[in-house]
Nanobody
């Protein structure tokens, strides 16, 4: 059974940094596409960045995604945070089930950027 558990959210001042973690279990981590999404109040969920064991495009502006295959954990390092980064951040795993890709989600972690 796939489980994704996010942690590391909280309240941070503008200009600050946070590192989110997503602990994964129940699937082959190194064969997955791992992503971070976020959803701000009143807005649709949006992709922040993605990561695979083959690399890809881990850095999107101020945010960097990385993974630790041994710990089955993916991280999102967020720097120079702005109030508009306030959102619930979700970890996503996209897995191939032999016929199609299936998305799995964590419960989300709240990030609030405010002075």
């Amino acid at each position: 059974q796939v489980h994704l558990v996010e942690s590391g959210g909280g309240l941070v001042q503008p200009g600050g940094s946070l590192r989110l973690s997503c602990a994964a279990s129940g699937f082959t981590f190194s064969r997955s596409v791992m992503s971070w999404y976020r959803q701000a109040p009143g807005k649709e969920r949006e992709l922040v960045t993605s990561f695979t064991s083959a690399g890809g495009n881990p850095t999107t502006g101020r945010f960097t995604i990385s993974g630790d295959n041994a710990k089955k954990t993916v991280y999102l390092q967020m720097n120079s945070l702005k109030p508009e980064d306030t959102a619930v951040y979700y970890c996503n795993a996209r897995l191939w089930n032999g016929a199609r890709y299936v998305d799995y989600w964590g419960q989300g972690t709240q990030v609030t950027v405010s002075s």
